[in-house]
């Protein structure tokens, strides 16, 4: 293919994302409408507009936006505290402070209008200017539009967000964190979905261990775009993660941006700094052998953990032949130390053998063990034994036979 025929397919597909198509518009002048000029500080004017759709437009179809764009000029500057008043058929739809328009040589005001609102044959929209302190003149140009379209829809509550697996998790473990946008509406959009910070910027706090963090690309009508990433945290208590923003173009080709809730994650102390447990060499034991055991003793927390007590619990009838090291000087994160011990019954049955850890954390502390069943049944007759009886079995039934021949 030509490249630039590619280039040309490129420009085309571009178009279509970033500019819904136009179902149907008509200017305020194309309706007989001039102007409205409100002039002086603090103010208020309002206009009219009755309009109808025409009848070979479904402006009730789920793929129709219905949308009042309104042209503005505030002068001398645009000031802070100008707001305009919508209403359709008398019902309100917003008010709208200058942080809603988009401005570069003139202002637009991009109105959604409800369409529970709408009636099928005549509709009037009222619009209101309200002066303030240091907007002194505001205009409504003629050049304001009423029309239907098809746009990108990432306005319901839940189209972005970011949600993550558990919000307490343990210092030192992973969790997973997705970022989801899914577009409602008719037609597609380029769109870049990142967080407002780079995340590098908080690698004092937790790490990115895996997955994707930013994604750039078009969202289809009805598609929802979903990328996770995992973290680790690096320090105990709340941590918040930058928001979550999402920049595309309107159906006018106005560059956008909304931004998801911010993600709140609780890092604690685990309930157990050491976790200790007996390991068993075999499920069987027999009475009167020795079994060899082992004691595992893992330090669950991110410090340090010194002067450990060993202690065994073991029940009547049990002994220990090898007692295991009742002291371990010093055991580092997420470290584990075995020790070797053995025991030995006399008389068949379960034994549960416990144990207890104490360490020095801030305060001298306690942490026991579940307790492990040992078994033991009593010993099998070898079958040299059995072998030797049947040989003795034998010679005496031979024996006797002889004699009884004499």
């Not at 279509?16 to 007989?32: H, Y």
């Not at 988009?102 to 200017?129: D, T």
């Not at 909304?258 to 390991?279: D, L, Q, Y």
Request: glycine share 6%; hydrophobic share 40%.
């Amino acid at each position: 293919m030509n490249k630039w025929h590619l280039v040309f397919l490129l420009l085309i597909l571009f178009a279509n994302s970033a500019f819904g198509a136009m179902v149907f518009e008509r200017s305020f002048g194309e309706m007989g409408h001039d102007a409205l000029v409100v002039e002086g500080p603090g103010e208020r004017a309002c206009l009219e507009i009755p309009f109808v759709f025409p009848q070979d437009v479904n402006f009730m179809a789920g793929e129709n936006y219905p949308i009042a764009s309104l042209q503005l000029q505030l002068l001398p500057v645009r000031g802070k505290n100008f707001y305009v008043d919508v209403k359709l058929n008398d019902e309100n739809v917003g008010t709208f402070f200058t942080e809603s328009f988009f401005c570069q040589e003139e202002c637009w005001l991009r109105v959604f209008l409800p369409k529970e609102l709408l009636e099928e044959v005549e509709n009037e929209l009222k619009v209101c200017l309200k002066n303030s302190a240091d907007v002194s003149e505001s205009v409504l140009g003629k050049e304001s539009m009423i029309g239907i379209y098809h746009t990108v829809d990432f306005f319901r509550e839940d189209a972005f967000e970011e949600t993550v697996e558990r919000s307490e998790i343990v210092i030192g473990e992973k969790v997973k964190i997705t970022m989801l946008l899914h577009n409602d509406g008719s037609a597609s959009s380029f769109v870049e979905m990142k967080h407002a910070r780079a995340l590098a910027e908080d690698k004092e706090a937790f790490v990115v261990v895996d997955g994707n963090t930013y994604f750039k690309g078009f969202v289809k009508p009805g598609e929802t775009v979903a990328i996770t990433y995992t973290i680790k945290p690096r320090v105990l208590g709340p941590i918040s993660l930058p928001p979550a923003i999402v920049y595309y173009s309107n159906e006018f080709g106005e560059p956008q941006q909304r931004f998801g809730k911010m993600v709140t994650i609780n890092v604690k102390e685990p309930e157990r700094k050491v976790n200790a447990f007996v390991v068993k060499e075999s499920e069987i034991n027999r009475v009167g052998t020795t079994t060899q055991l082992q004691l595992a003793v893992k330090n669950n927390g991110r410090d340090p953990l010194f002067n450990l007590g060993i202690h065994l619990t073991l029940p009547e009838g049990l002994s220990l032949i090898e007692e295991p090291d009742g002291l371990i000087d010093v055991l580092q994160p997420d470290e584990t130390r075995y020790l070797d011990f053995s025991a030995r019954a006399l008389q068949p049955g379960e034994y549960k053998i416990g144990c207890s850890v104490t360490y020095i954390d801030l305060n001298a502390s306690e942490s026991k063990c579940e307790q492990l069943t040992l078994l033991f049944e009593e010993q099998e007759i070898p079958a040299e034994l059995w072998i030797g009886l049947a040989l003795v079995i034998i010679a005496v039934v031979v024996y006797l036979y002889i004699q009884s021949g004499k």
